[in-house]
């Protein structure tokens, strides 16, 4: 569990960052999974574990390519 007040996984988060939708923040991961940022706890591990999803992209991972549309489209809202 990442956010206790949402109880939220790291394996949710990752599986967010994965669909298509590219949430680039913390506030973004959040809309995509249908809550809201509580007490702010978490926001630091949500946050590496953002970067190290952008690193391994970066270092020949999947393709990002539909991080140019708009997250907010995309987020199963």
């Not at 967010?16 to 959040?30: N, Q």
């Not at 978490?42 to 190290?52: G, K, W």
Request: proline content about 4%; overall charge neutral.
């Amino acid at each position: 569990i990442v956010c206790s007040c949402n109880v939220v996984t790291d394996s949710e988060i990752r599986a967010t960052l994965a669909s298509g939708a590219c949430p680039r923040t913390p506030f973004a991961v959040y809309e995509c999974l249908g809550c809201r940022l509580n007490c702010g706890r978490c926001i630091a591990t949500v946050r590496t574990i953002i970067n190290e999803t952008n690193a391994r992209t970066a270092t020949g991972g999947s393709s990002r390519e539909a991080c140019e549309m708009d997250a907010a489209a995309l987020c199963p809202l």
